[in-house]
């Protein structure tokens, strides 16, 4: 599919979201490969040591090659849940009994045989889940026991994926996770000890449950950030596709124009083996239909390399490089630019933002407020006091007045077309300062770590592509990643999983609702 295609499409599709309808299935409708092929990698000495220690895909591997079992995989994550999550708090649910038995099952040949087939995953708490509780952390789904799955974790079941419980979140999918009154639960996993660090949010969960090593990958949702953020706090990769590229059908909304669905992984192969499973075409959501077919991530996010062993790109690719891009964490983010820059194939391409840059991907961002009021409205009405500390950023999206909004819609797709034909027609991928501008459009973007600050605490940097072109983000990543190692860098486990807790949670901060209102998806 040609990329002028892919923008026609989009722009058609943006167009549709916005309204509420479905696009014409004017071109063949995408396909999910739920069976893609895990390629032959090298399993790190570390993995084969500890089970937990291993990637998604090589722990695909391992079972391959008859050494790892399901259960195996599945007991060691749920030990160190049991030693270590009271202190972590990355679980809203942990369903450990149906796990191990669905385990069991996988090793005795029984069950979904696709390519995730043993694998233990962690599920955002706002993803329906049959028969498991989905509270989205908030006392309005306080007793929500949903009898179906969402499309994308039925298609991570069909797969052969293993659901160990569900990720603790920020309350309502707006904030790091905390109580609904506002006390930290969640932590950095690379900071147990001091819980004001921040995990990154909404995410939260899903992003410790992997960085921690109590789950093989994790699934999130993104409308202000809540992918990549708790993705680079975390030292993890995560990749946020093009809006319909994956089903929202069955997770609790926070925006209609700006929901996304997608993995927390711990490299880029891992990531795409989620996404390829995840992604393609539901009648139950309009706005997966009539989009490009979904590409070979799994192929794109292989590192090309040479018979000399020379890593390269697998396509000549323009890096765009924002004028602000070094203002802050200038030293990960020079040493970023010149591996980067080593690897053939790759061109860095200084990127000047529009003059009205700022107001388009700031004050105009507000209009995300009114979109997460209309289908709360009932419970706004009934007990506000059920939003907890976010209540203020609920009550913003009352005030916002029709007029508004629609000002706030032209501004949107005059940003649009700044982006597509000006910003992102000098390159193919964007390094960012910051998600907003991309979740506002609804393109996609991917995370990956660069590095540690002076604290050790992980950074990353955050890569936008063109519409339907995650499979370009992936090639920049793994190639990235194939002659960098942050990526395999893991947190050290808590001392013990009590003697943090002290005084049971007393001492981890809370977030005031006007915080909560300012740090809000």
Known sequence: MSRSLNRRVFLASSAAVASGVALPMAIPASA????????????????????????????????RRGKLTST??????????????????????????????????????????????????????????????????????EDFVPDQDATAVARLKAAGGIVLGKGQMGPLATTRATKPNGAVTTVNAWTPQDPSVDPGGSSTGPACSVAARMAASSIGTQTGGSIVLPSNQQNLTGLKPTMGRVSIHGVIPLSFTRDH???LARDAMDAALMLQVMAGPDPRDPRTLGLPAVPDLVRAATPAVSRGGAVGMRRATRIGVPSDFLAAQKTLRTALLDQLDAIPGVTLVDITYPDDWTLLTGTFNAARLAERTEPFRHWLRADPTKFGVSLLSWLQGLMLS??????????????????????????????????????????????FPIGFDADGVPVGAILGGQPYEEDRLLEVAAAYQAVTDWHTRRPADPTTARSLLKSEGSERPRLSAEAAAAASS
């Open 402 to 447: 029709g007029d508004e909004w629609i000002t706030a819609q032209r501004a949107k797709n005059h940003l649009l077309r700044e982006v597509l034909d000006g910003v992102m027609d000098r390159c193919d991928v964007l390094l960012q300062t910051g998600p907003v501008p991309f979740d506002i459009l609804g393109l996609p973007e991917i995370a």
């Open 72 to 141: 195996t995989l599945t007991e060691a994550y749920l030990d160190r849940i049991e030693r270590y999550d009271a202190t972590y708090q990355a679980y809203a649910e942990v369903t450990g009994d149906a796990a191990l038995m669905a385990a069991r099952k996988s090793d005795r040949g029984q069950g979904a045989r696709g390519v995730l087939r043993g694998i233990p995953l962690c599920i955002k708490d706002n993803y329906f889940t049959q028969g498991i509780p989905t509270r989205c952390n908030s006392l309005i789904f």
């Open 261 to 263: 669905a997608g993995p």
């Open 32 to 63: 999910s490969t739920s069976s893609p092929h895990v390629p032959d990698i090298d399993v790190r000495q570390a993995a084969l040591d500890d089970p937990a220690e291993a990637t998604l895909a090589e722990a695909v591997i391992l079972m």
